[in-house]
């Protein structure tokens, strides 16, 4: 049950190839992240991030809105690129041909900074510099009444309950070359973006409904007013271990958790 009404969105990223490459989605959809192209009038839309594309889901209060509404999309994404003569490919990061990386918008990353919020500090933007490309599957958070000092607490519950587990799901070691560190979010008019999560949770419906309810987990526990203890407790370790991908110290941290779960429940 969604007892604090909390809605999930996500703008998930997803490379195009060819029979052979990774190779450049720009020009295909129409859109942009200034001006993102809508494909229905609930909310669905899609846009092109570099060379990658991006896709927009409307706030889903359940599972299965969340599935449904990503499904959507990926099959609209998939009709598209087979119609240019290409296929999605399911890559979290990947060093790309430089010829697809000439044009501006291939070499420019993000739209805005996002933060750290263990540090506080803006996140340095990554150098342009590189070949490497990676995709992001964001997590976005509406609550009642958005603050600051809640919207941090659910980033930390955020890192606990879903990135640091995400370790043990997700292979790619590379993204967080770029972006994609423990505690990295944007603040937002209806709540918070959090901004750890690669893109590896979309290819599947056992991986989506677990990212939505971790989150939500994580989320209720903030406002049922219990997160100080998860946070005082793992929070320094946590991040360490994401930032590390240290898959040995996540598993140690998440029985390490549960046990913090058990207490507080009792």
């Not at 509404?69 to 990947?94: E, I, M």
């Not at 320094?236 to 996540?250: G, H, Q, T």
């Amino acid at each position: 049950m969604n007892k604090y009404n909390v809605t999930l969105g996500s703008d998930p990223e997803i490379f195009i190839q060819d029979e052979n490459e990774i190779v450049s989605a720009e020009g295909l959809t129409g859109g942009t992240k200034q001006k993102p192209t809508p494909i229905t009038e609930d909310g669905h839309m899609i846009q092109e991030d570099g060379i990658m594309f991006e896709y927009n889901i409307p706030p889903c209060l359940t599972s299965e809105e969340w599935v449904d509404h990503h499904q959507y999309v990926q099959d609209y994404l998939t009709v598209l690129a087979q119609a240019n003569g290409y296929t999605l490919n399911k890559s979290v990061s990947a060093m790309i041909n430089p010829i697809y990386l000439k044009s501006k918008q291939a070499r420019t990353f993000g739209c805005e900074p996002d933060y750290n919020v263990y540090d506080r500090r803006v996140n340095q933007p990554p150098s342009n510099n590189t070949n490497l490309r990676c995709a992001g599957g964001h997590v976005a958070v509406g609550y009642p009444n958005p603050n600051q000092a809640t919207s941090e607490k659910i980033v930390k519950l955020f890192d606990i309950f879903v990135t640091l587990p995400a370790l043990l799901k997700d292979n790619d070691t590379r993204r967080r070359e770029l972006y994609g560190k423990a505690g990295s979010f944007r603040f937002k008019p209806f709540g918070v973006e959090c901004r750890a999560l690669s893109n590896f949770w979309i290819h599947t419906e056992e991986d989506m409904k677990w990212v939505f309810d971790q989150t939500m987990k994580a989320v209720n526990i903030v406002l049922d007013g219990v997160a100080d203890e998860y946070i005082d407790k793992h929070s320094e370790l946590v991040r360490l271990a994401i930032d590390n991908a240290d898959v040995n110290l996540a598993k140690v941290l998440i029985s390490e958790i549960k046990l913090t779960e058990q207490k507080i429940l009792t």
